[in-house]
């Protein structure tokens, strides 16, 4: 299957050296240097993916991101920020950003979560909402159900949620909640999941999720 990508990068060297390494990857990559043009390209083609650096003349990366998801594009996005402490993960998550990678990254890692970013999009016409039991998972609207009644959740708390729901009665590693939901480069402690796991708990229902001694996490089948 032939995969477009856009990059969206004032960059040039930058963003051709994107665009050469991923077309040798076999993807078919199209660039755009400025955020107007960058918005207006991403909306008239069939992108599967959009790699959306953060600082942009003519239009930021937020603001291209937002007019997409306003338009009802729901293309997978991947940021790129300068560096650290400059990109808002909740700012972006807020515009609909599906991932952030911060500059300098290492081409290996780009490839990694462009991939990642791929293979979790839904199947067109999937439907967004995960009934499971009691519990109901709006990933589109992101919003989390249970037994009828809205819980709250934050935006680490649902990414954790969704790993899991998405793949009901299947063992979810940590490394691969990791990857998704954390910076594919995180180095810090892997325990982390749990923390995430033990707020879901608390929040949503003790027994929901199941810890796999040694290989990951599951959602349990209810009765
Ligand atoms: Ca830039």
Redesign the pocket.
Known sequence: MHMRLLIV???KRLALSLAKGLTAEGFAVDVAHDGREGLHRATEGAYDLVIL????PGLNGYRVCAALRAAGHDVPILMLT?KDGEYDEAEGLDTGADDYLTKPFSYVVLVARVRALLRRRPRPGASPVHVHGELKVDTAARRVFLAGDEVTLTAKEFAVLEQLVVRPGEVVSKAEILEHVWDFAYEGDPNIVEVYVSALRRKLRPGLIRTVRGAGYRLEAER
């Open positions: 990068e004032d960059e650096d953060i600082m942009l300068a």
